[in-house]
Protein backbone atom coordinates (compact mmCIF):
# COMPACT_ATOMS: atom_id res chain seq x y z
CA UNK A 1 0.00 0.00 0.00
CA UNK A 2 1.38 3.24 -0.83
CA UNK A 3 1.49 6.23 1.55
CA UNK A 4 2.76 9.93 1.68
CA UNK A 5 3.27 11.54 4.74
CA UNK A 6 4.16 15.47 4.41
CA UNK A 7 5.75 16.79 7.31
CA UNK A 8 7.79 19.91 8.64
CA UNK A 9 7.10 23.22 10.92
CA UNK A 10 3.61 24.19 11.47
CA UNK A 11 4.53 27.91 11.66
CA UNK A 12 6.64 30.19 9.45
CA UNK A 13 7.15 33.64 9.82
CA UNK A 14 7.07 35.93 7.25
CA UNK A 15 9.61 36.45 4.62
CA UNK A 16 11.18 33.07 5.71
CA UNK A 17 11.87 29.87 3.93
CA UNK A 18 8.73 27.01 4.40
CA UNK A 19 10.78 23.61 3.94
CA UNK A 20 8.56 20.68 3.77
CA UNK A 21 9.68 16.81 3.38
CA UNK A 22 7.19 14.15 2.00
CA UNK A 23 7.99 10.40 2.94
CA UNK A 24 7.24 8.11 0.69
CA UNK A 25 6.43 4.34 1.86
CA UNK A 26 5.24 1.53 -0.51
CA UNK A 27 6.71 2.74 -3.97
CA UNK A 28 10.46 3.58 -5.01
CA UNK A 29 10.63 7.93 -6.11
CA UNK A 30 13.07 6.48 -8.25
CA UNK A 31 11.02 3.65 -10.35
CA UNK A 32 10.92 6.15 -12.96
CA UNK A 33 7.23 5.46 -12.99
CA UNK A 34 6.29 8.64 -11.78
CA UNK A 35 6.22 12.43 -10.76
CA UNK A 36 6.13 13.80 -6.90
CA UNK A 37 4.33 16.69 -6.70
CA UNK A 38 3.39 18.96 -4.24
CA UNK A 39 -0.57 20.98 -4.31
CA UNK A 40 -1.52 23.13 -1.47
CA UNK A 41 -5.24 24.59 -0.42
CA UNK A 42 -5.98 27.85 1.79
CA UNK A 43 -8.55 27.65 3.99
CA UNK A 44 -11.85 27.76 2.28
CA UNK A 45 -10.46 27.85 -1.04
CA UNK A 46 -9.50 26.03 -4.25
CA UNK A 47 -6.62 23.61 -4.78
CA UNK A 48 -3.10 24.95 -6.25
CA UNK A 49 -0.79 22.78 -8.42
CA UNK A 50 2.80 23.74 -7.29
CA UNK A 51 5.37 21.53 -8.70
CA UNK A 52 6.79 18.62 -9.51
CA UNK A 53 9.97 16.23 -9.72
CA UNK A 54 10.95 13.70 -11.64
CA UNK A 55 13.07 10.61 -10.57
CA UNK A 56 15.91 12.34 -13.42
CA UNK A 57 16.05 15.12 -11.35
CA UNK A 58 13.59 17.05 -13.63
CA UNK A 59 11.14 19.45 -12.28
CA UNK A 60 7.89 21.60 -13.54
CA UNK A 61 6.75 24.61 -11.35
CA UNK A 62 3.35 26.33 -11.07
CA UNK A 63 4.54 29.48 -13.56
CA UNK A 64 3.11 32.00 -10.97
CA UNK A 65 5.22 30.65 -7.82
CA UNK A 66 8.17 29.63 -9.67
CA UNK A 67 10.69 32.44 -8.74
CA UNK A 68 10.20 31.25 -5.42
CA UNK A 69 9.45 27.66 -5.13
CA UNK A 70 12.08 24.69 -5.13
CA UNK A 71 11.58 20.81 -5.20
CA UNK A 72 14.74 18.66 -4.80
CA UNK A 73 14.40 14.65 -3.95
CA UNK A 74 16.46 12.16 -1.52
CA UNK A 75 15.89 8.89 -3.11
CA UNK A 76 18.05 7.07 -0.53
CA UNK A 77 15.70 8.31 1.76
CA UNK A 78 12.79 8.35 -0.22
CA UNK A 79 11.58 11.59 0.58
CA UNK A 80 10.96 14.88 -1.94
CA UNK A 81 11.01 18.42 -0.21
CA UNK A 82 9.38 21.69 -1.22
CA UNK A 83 10.73 24.90 0.02
CA UNK A 84 8.93 28.36 -0.62
CA UNK A 85 11.02 31.73 -0.23
CA UNK A 86 10.17 34.83 1.27
CA UNK A 87 6.82 33.61 2.71
CA UNK A 88 3.45 36.00 3.37
CA UNK A 89 0.28 35.28 4.87
CA UNK A 90 -0.81 34.54 1.72
CA UNK A 91 1.06 31.41 2.39
CA UNK A 92 -0.75 30.41 4.55
CA UNK A 93 -2.45 26.81 3.77
CA UNK A 94 -2.80 22.73 3.62
CA UNK A 95 0.08 21.72 1.86
CA UNK A 96 -0.17 18.13 0.10
CA UNK A 97 2.54 16.03 -1.26
CA UNK A 98 1.19 13.32 -3.93
CA UNK A 99 2.06 10.60 -6.28
CA UNK A 100 1.20 11.70 -10.61
CA UNK A 101 1.92 8.43 -12.14
CA UNK A 102 3.74 9.23 -15.99
CA UNK A 103 0.57 6.54 -17.20
CA UNK A 104 -2.49 8.49 -15.49
CA UNK A 105 -1.38 12.15 -15.81
CA UNK A 106 -3.81 12.41 -12.49
CA UNK A 107 -2.24 12.28 -8.89
CA UNK A 108 -3.88 9.23 -7.83
CA UNK A 109 -2.67 8.89 -4.12
CA UNK A 110 -2.25 11.82 -1.86
CA UNK A 111 -1.23 12.21 1.79
CA UNK A 112 -3.14 13.87 4.65
CA UNK A 113 -2.22 17.14 4.35
CA UNK A 114 -0.20 19.59 6.72
CA UNK A 115 -1.59 23.05 7.99
CA UNK A 116 1.49 25.86 7.77
CA UNK A 117 0.57 29.14 8.76
CA UNK A 118 2.20 32.00 8.22
CA UNK A 119 1.48 35.20 10.60
CA UNK A 120 0.17 38.89 9.01
CA UNK B 1 -2.02 31.06 -14.96
CA UNK B 2 -5.57 31.13 -14.51
CA UNK B 3 -7.61 28.45 -12.87
CA UNK B 4 -10.65 26.49 -14.38
CA UNK B 5 -13.95 27.35 -14.21
CA UNK B 6 -16.76 25.28 -12.39
CA UNK B 7 -19.69 26.28 -11.22
CA UNK B 8 -19.45 27.05 -7.05
CA UNK B 9 -22.46 25.15 -6.74
CA UNK B 10 -24.80 21.83 -8.00
CA UNK B 11 -27.76 19.84 -6.06
CA UNK B 12 -30.06 16.55 -6.84
CA UNK B 13 -31.71 14.48 -5.06
CA UNK B 14 -30.90 11.05 -3.93
CA UNK B 15 -31.36 9.02 -7.60
CA UNK B 16 -30.92 12.06 -9.48
CA UNK B 17 -28.07 12.70 -12.12
CA UNK B 18 -25.98 16.05 -11.62
CA UNK B 19 -22.98 17.40 -13.80
CA UNK B 20 -20.54 19.50 -13.10
CA UNK B 21 -19.01 21.63 -15.77
CA UNK B 22 -14.85 22.75 -16.04
CA UNK B 23 -13.86 25.63 -18.33
CA UNK B 24 -10.32 26.17 -19.62
CA UNK B 25 -8.77 27.40 -22.33
CA UNK B 26 -6.56 26.04 -25.55
CA UNK B 27 -3.83 25.86 -23.50
CA UNK B 28 -5.05 23.09 -20.98
CA UNK B 29 -8.77 21.38 -21.94
CA UNK B 30 -8.58 22.08 -25.33
CA UNK B 31 -5.00 20.92 -26.08
CA UNK B 32 -5.15 17.89 -23.80
CA UNK B 33 -6.58 14.62 -23.16
CA UNK B 34 -5.44 15.07 -19.64
CA UNK B 35 -8.31 15.81 -17.24
CA UNK B 36 -8.84 14.70 -14.01
CA UNK B 37 -11.46 14.73 -11.43
CA UNK B 38 -11.14 14.88 -7.44
CA UNK B 39 -13.95 14.62 -5.08
CA UNK B 40 -13.12 15.93 -1.30
CA UNK B 41 -14.99 15.58 1.78
CA UNK B 42 -14.61 18.59 4.25
CA UNK B 43 -11.41 18.31 6.36
CA UNK B 44 -9.68 15.24 4.37
CA UNK B 45 -7.38 15.18 0.99
CA UNK B 46 -9.03 14.67 -2.45
CA UNK B 47 -9.51 11.44 -3.69
CA UNK B 48 -9.18 10.83 -7.68
CA UNK B 49 -12.51 10.05 -8.95
CA UNK B 50 -11.46 10.13 -13.17
CA UNK B 51 -8.71 10.49 -15.59
CA UNK B 52 -7.45 11.10 -19.08
CA UNK B 53 -11.05 12.59 -19.45
CA UNK B 54 -13.12 9.51 -18.31
CA UNK B 55 -11.44 7.11 -17.28
CA UNK B 56 -12.48 6.01 -13.58
CA UNK B 57 -9.27 4.50 -11.37
CA UNK B 58 -10.23 1.09 -9.61
CA UNK B 59 -12.70 1.22 -6.95
CA UNK B 60 -14.30 4.13 -8.79
CA UNK B 61 -18.10 3.42 -9.09
CA UNK B 62 -19.35 3.34 -12.40
CA UNK B 63 -21.72 6.22 -11.62
CA UNK B 64 -19.14 8.80 -12.10
CA UNK B 65 -18.54 9.33 -15.79
CA UNK B 66 -16.15 12.43 -17.92
CA UNK B 67 -16.60 13.69 -20.82
CA UNK B 68 -15.45 16.87 -22.42
CA UNK B 69 -15.84 19.05 -25.86
CA UNK B 70 -13.56 21.36 -26.82
CA UNK B 71 -12.53 23.69 -24.31
CA UNK B 72 -15.26 22.21 -21.50
CA UNK B 73 -14.89 19.25 -19.57
CA UNK B 74 -17.61 17.37 -18.05
CA UNK B 75 -18.14 15.14 -14.18
CA UNK B 76 -21.70 13.58 -14.37
CA UNK B 77 -22.97 11.90 -11.33
CA UNK B 78 -25.53 9.51 -11.86
CA UNK B 79 -27.88 7.49 -9.08
CA UNK B 80 -26.49 10.43 -6.67
CA UNK B 81 -26.39 9.09 -3.26
CA UNK B 82 -25.86 10.77 -0.09
CA UNK B 83 -21.88 9.74 0.32
CA UNK B 84 -21.80 12.03 -2.77
CA UNK B 85 -21.81 15.40 -0.76
CA UNK B 86 -18.64 16.93 -1.09
CA UNK B 87 -16.13 19.98 -2.99
CA UNK B 88 -15.27 18.31 -6.19
CA UNK B 89 -11.90 19.86 -8.06
CA UNK B 90 -10.99 18.93 -12.47
CA UNK B 91 -7.87 19.60 -13.10
CA UNK B 92 -5.19 19.85 -16.58
CA UNK B 93 -2.30 19.65 -17.80
CA UNK B 94 -1.35 22.49 -20.03
CA UNK B 95 1.23 24.05 -22.54
CA UNK B 96 3.28 25.22 -19.63
CA UNK B 97 4.04 22.21 -18.64
CA UNK B 98 1.98 22.55 -15.52
CA UNK B 99 -1.47 21.30 -13.71
CA UNK B 100 -4.06 24.11 -13.05
CA UNK B 101 -7.08 23.44 -10.67
CA UNK B 102 -11.08 24.43 -11.29
CA UNK B 103 -12.44 26.42 -8.78
CA UNK B 104 -13.89 23.82 -7.01
CA UNK B 105 -17.58 23.09 -7.22
CA UNK B 106 -19.97 22.17 -3.94
CA UNK B 107 -23.00 19.07 -4.42
CA UNK B 108 -25.20 19.13 -2.53
CA UNK B 109 -27.55 15.96 -1.95
CA UNK B 110 -31.12 17.09 -1.30
Known amino acids: QVQLQESGPGLVKPSQTLSLTCTVS??????????WTWIRQPAGKGLEWMGR???????NYNPSLKSRVTISADTSKSQFSLKLSSVSAADTAVYYCARDPAALDAFDIWGQGTVVTVPS | QSALTQPPSVSGSPGQSVTISCTGTSSDIGNYNRVSWYRQPPGTAPKLMIYDVSNRPSGVPDRFSGSKSGNTASLTISGLQAEDEADYYCSSYTTSSSYVFGTGTKVTVL
Open chain 1, 53 to 59: IYTSGTT
Open chain 1, 26 to 35: GDSISSGRSY
